[in-house]
């Protein structure tokens, strides 16, 4: 198997370096998702091959996935009862997008690829754009358009400081779905980023953040969180579909 990942940023699964839209794994500096995701795939594929270790990931931006969009389907194609409100073509696309990229990609490397597509829901950046359910729907729509049974949408509710701060906050792993009710905006009274680095004594940074990811001091397997779950279960799914088996 091989991984493609796309995301927001270096806080989440990380950038290419340097400055580049799309890279494999010699030019990607993974961030702390990025670590989520290969932890999740070893715990989905029953055995220890971390996919980072090895190499066989790719990275893609928010931007290389906008010069990619792909031509608007016929409507024939269209699947009855998905109509997709205006405020979340923005996830369908991308997940289309990046579908199409997986797919070229699975003929370059011979292998099956799983894609990844992260988004905060509610983060400032994604504010007018639907609702966590739509979004989720939205993407997992754009990846059916595009005929490819491997993506996986990476959600998190609000954003990723929830899953986050679930597993280092005072009472860790304890009732973590409140978290999800938190606003995701960064100028908000009291921030999900202002929490985590409260949680962290300040060493929030993304490499301390990695350090806790690699080293299981977060323990991923001890996050139960609704967005997060779905992100298992659906990621589960696809990594049993690319070994052989049925979802």
């Known amino acids: ?118 988004r905060d829901a509610d983060g400032t950046a994604s504010a007018g754009r639907g609702q966590w359910q739509d979004k989720y729907d939205s993407m997992q729509a754009g990846f059916a358009a595009a005929n490819f049974e491997l993506g996986v949408p990476m959600l998190p509710k609000p954003k990723s400081e929830a899953w986050l701060l679930c597993a280092v906050k005072q009472n860790p792993y304890q009732h973590c779905a409140l978290l999800e009710h938190e606003s995701g905006n960064d100028h908000a009274a009291n921030p999900l980023k202002a929490q985590l680095s409260t949680a962290l004594n300040g060493h929030a940074a993304t490499a301390d953040i990695n350090d806790l990811i690699i080293n299981r001091q977060i323990d991923i397997q001890r996050i139960d969180m609704p967005s997060f779950n779905q992100f298992k279960e659906d990621l589960r799914q696809v990594v049993v579909l690319a070994m052989g088996g049925q979802r």
């Open 1 to 118: 198997m091989f991984l493609l990942l796309s995301g927001e940023g270096s806080s989440d699964l990380g950038i290419c370096e340097p400055s580049a839209q799309a890279c494999d794994r010699a030019g990607f500096r993974a961030g702390p998702m990025a670590y989520v995701v290969d932890q999740c795939v070893e715990i989905c594929q029953g055995y220890e091959m971390s996919h980072l270790e090895v190499g066989l990931v790719g990275y893609v931006s928010e931007s290389y996935l906008a010069q990619h969009k792909q031509p608007t389907a016929p409507k024939s194609m269209v699947l009855r009862g998905k109509k997709k409100p205006a405020e979340t073509r923005y996830y369908y696309e991308n997940a289309r997008a990046l579908a199409a990229i997986a797919q070229q990609k699975s003929i370059e490397v011979n292998d099956h690829v799983i894609a990844v597509l992260f």
